[in-house]
């Protein structure tokens, strides 16, 4: 299986350790990732006040792949879901097909509506299986007490995400993550968000919702909660510093990358997939995969 691999803005600037896990994972997998060095942002932060703007973004990384006949595959959630989105409004609306390819001339490009994106655990779960993951599965990770966060944007609207997991209790990460034989627990706060976009708009929601998050996996005392979201994955472990500074509040929950999991349940060390560079050391599983 060969897809075009869309890392998007965030991810290479601040989160090396998310691109290194999962192109380990990946590769272990026989999928083989093309770097497209054309790409450009999603234009997720657009779609609110430029609708315009936002469609020709996105249409534009579209059509590169389209261009090399490649399925796009990406780490993000909200990457995933303006990619998608742009997509399948531009299958459906001929009118704003034919402004968009317009526009697209100057580049030699043209949208065609032949190609499909994915987020990563939807390409694990759907075309790679449960069942060729487990028969990579090496080491059972049964002795750690881990928490998911699915986050919002992977599975709403689900009208655009094609209905790939419950919009309201999703449950294809916790099967992801029961695939290594962790403990897996159920938490009150599960499906909140984590309040990343509420950001510049409102910090007091922000913030409420993360301390609201981290209250709640304390009492549990997780070894890490694994994310599959970058914007979730900084809310949560960078917000804990500002937890600690604005509220004097100290909580120290791991907060770790889906295939990180997944890679050290596949044979590889806590270095190979990069927990040495998360913020908040899971010193536990660091220690068992050194």
Same mark, same amino acid.
């Given at each position: @299986? ?8 965030? &991810?290479?600037?601040? #989160? ?16 083989? !990732?093309? +770097? ?11 779609? %609110?006040?430029? *609708?315009?703007?936002?469609?020709? @973004? ?16 990406? %780490? ?12 399948? =409004? ?7 097909? /034919? /402004? ?8 030699? #490009? ?20 449960? +069942?060729? &993951? ?14 998911? *966060? ?22 294809? !990460? ?13 938490? %009150? ?19 409420? %919702? =993360? ?13 890490? #909660?694994?994310?599959?979201? $970058? ?6 472990? @960078? ?9 004097? /509040? ?6 770790? *990358? ?9 044979? @590889? ?10 913020? &908040?050391? $899971?010193?536990? &599983? ?5």
């Amino acid at each position: @299986m060969k897809l075009a691999f869309y890392l998007g803005c965030v &991810i290479p600037a601040k #989160l090396p350790n998310y691109e290194l896990s999962a192109r380990k994972v990946f590769e272990k997998l026989g999928v083989e !990732l093309v +770097d497209m060095e054309d790409f450009i942002c999603c234009g997720f932060p657009f779609e %609110l006040f430029n *609708h315009e703007t936002w469609l020709k @973004m996105a249409a534009y990384n579209l059509a590169l792949a389209e261009k090399q006949g490649l399925n796009i595959v990406t %780490l993000c959630n909200g990457c995933a879901n303006s990619l998608a989105h742009a997509n399948k =409004l531009l299958k459906e609306d001929s009118k704003k097909r /034919e /402004e968009v390819n317009e526009f697209l001339k100057k580049y030699g #490009l043209e949208f065609k509506g032949t190609i499909e994106v994915k987020h990563f655990i939807r390409v694990l779960y759907e075309d790679i299986g449960l +069942d060729k &993951i487990k028969e990579n599965i090496t080491k059972e990770l049964s002795e750690f007490k881990l928490a998911t *966060h699915t986050g919002c944007h992977v599975v709403r609207p689900s009208e655009y995400m094609d209905s790939f997991d419950n919009p309201i209790k999703p449950t294809k !990460l916790d099967e992801l993550v029961n695939i290594t034989k962790a403990n897996n627990i159920n938490y %009150l706060t599960k499906n909140l968000c984590c309040g990343n976009t509420s950001r510049g708009l409102n910090d007091n929601v922000s913030i409420e %919702l =993360l301390r609201r998050k981290m209250k709640d996996l304390s009492k549990h005392e997780v070894d890490a #909660l694994v994310t599959i979201c $970058p914007a979730c994955y900084l809310q949560y472990e @960078m917000g804990q510093l500002e937890l600690k500074t604005k509220f004097k /509040e100290v909580y120290n929950v791991p907060v770790v *990358h889906y295939p990180q999991i997944l890679g050290l349940a596949m044979g @590889m060390s806590a270095k190979e997939v990069g927990l040495d560079m998360n913020k &908040i050391k $899971p010193k536990k &599983i660091i220690e068992a995969f050194k």
